[in-house]
């Protein structure tokens, strides 16, 4: 089965683009869905929308994990917590940022090891944001290789017809200008299985120990002392690194971090767990998952005993 997240802003087609996508594979013969996800409903804020298709009935519901594919509309939702750019990308995962930065910026940026292009859109797409979610689906299409030019024409027609001819044409010719620009990485996006249900694992539960006041709502009296306020005490879960699988990116956790605990001295980062309050942005946003959480009372538990 085929797993493609589109992320980008309100106003940018991502659902757009995922109808075009759906379309595209369903008249070259596949099962589908496509759908999208998103909050507040105005122009600008984050939202994703994704296909999965595949030759069997899709039993899958939900929003994708695990993708294998990721087209960003807009790059400067990377470093966006909430718009979970990177949540669930793996080595074989392909990444696709509409973006004037170079692929092997993104890469040093990143440091991941899947695949990772930007398209080539000329400034104009910025201003006319309609345009995009077309141009998306047509470098998604080629990079699967699945879907031909002529079901890609046929899906934008098909979506896109009520429009007018002249919507549609100029669609047209964003999506088939994608779709040629990728050909040298044509079916480079690869299928791949699911996680069953005999594979979840239940989350614990934590017990919170109840504070006096006087612990739990401290007053602050003087300016400039926040590093003498430990913030780490209010933290229930404790992200803990795995330096066997850290890439020593430079860039992610300790920019993500929205209290600056997280340090990188030598190409790796360390947690000031004096002042890291728990809120598992790093873990939701580590791409090789080097980043795990463990209950803060089994942690003090492991330190006393050691």
């Given amino acids: 089965m085929y797993r493609i997240r589109f992320h980008g802003r309100g106003g940018q087609g991502m659902k757009t683009a995922s109808r075009i996508l759906g379309t595209a594979f369903f008249l070259e013969g596949y099962e589908i869905q496509d759908a999208p996800r998103y909050g507040a ?11 999965r298709a595949a030759h069997e009935p899709i039993n899958e519901r939900g929003i994708i994990t695990h993708p294998d594919l990721v087209i960003v509309a807009d790059d400067s939702l990377v470093p966006v917590p ?38 080539p859109v000329e400034t104009e ?22 879907i031909s030019r002529e079901s890609l024409q046929q899906a934008i027609k098909d979506e896109l ?54 612990v739990s709502a401290p007053d602050i009296h003087a300016s400039a002392n926040s590093v003498q306020v430990n913030t780490g ?19 992610v956790c300790s920019t993500f971090c929205p209290d600056g605990a997280i340090l990188v001295k030598d190409g790796l980062p360390e947690i000031d767990y004096d002042h890291c309050k728990g809120c598992l942005v790093c873990v939701a946003q580590c791409p090789p998952h080097a980043i795990t959480s463990i209950a803060e009372e089994t942690a003090t538990t492991e330190e006393a005993a050691s």
């Avoid at 979970?84 to 793996?90: C, F, S």
């Avoid at 797409?125 to 699945?146: M, N, V």
Wanted: proline fraction near 3%; charged fraction near 30%.
């Fill in 233 to 251: 005490v209010w933290r229930t879960l404790r992200p803990v690194i795995d330096y066997d699988k850290c890439n020593k990116c430079w860039w």
């Fill in 82 to 119: 909430g718009a979970g750019i990177l949540a669930g990308i793996e080595a074989d995962t392909v990444l696709l940022i509409n973006s004037d930065e170079t692929a092997d910026t993104w890469r040093d940026r990143l440091n991941i090891s899947g695949d990772i292009f930007t398209l």
């Fill in 125 to 146: 797409d910025r201003a006319e944001l309609r345009f995009i979610g077309a141009t998306c689906s047509g470098a998604a299409a080629r990079l699967i290789g699945k």
């Fill in 41 to 51: 409903e105005r122009r600008g804020a984050p939202i994703f929308a994704y296909v």
């Fill in 161 to 214: 017809g009520e429009l007018g001819d002249k919507v549609v044409e100029k669609n047209l010719a964003k999506a088939l200008n994608a779709y040629e620009a990728m050909a040298d990485h044509e079916a480079c996006v690869k299928t791949s299985k699911g996680i069953t249900a005999t594979d979840y694992q239940q989350p614990g539960w934590i017990d919170l120990p109840f504070d006096e006041a006087r």
